[in-house]
């Protein structure tokens, strides 16, 4: 499975993965902060926190975000 942006694949997800690969329309998947994040945190203490959570394990590396909140260059710099 494959997680992408537009017509490019940025990341192979494991056949493990619990987490929607289509998200429901109007709701995105963003990658964790942290080991402890949720989609709770994402949106309040770990919101600047960037998204450099990596356990090796797909299924746990992303939060389902009810209200997407994209991101692009011009976004502001977030520090872990």
Wanted: charged fraction near 20%.
């Amino acid at each position: 499975m494959t997680l992408s942006h537009g017509e490019q694949d940025i990341l192979q997800l494991s056949a493990s993965i619990t987490k929607p690969i289509n998200p429901l329309s109007g709701t995105s998947l963003e990658r964790k902060a942290y080991a402890t994040s949720d989609a709770s945190s994402m949106t309040g203490i770990h919101s600047n926190k960037g998204n450099g959570f990596d356990s090796d394990t797909d299924a746990s590396d992303f939060i389902s975000r009810t209200i997407p909140e994209p991101q692009n260059s011009s976004s502001p710099v977030e520090t872990p």
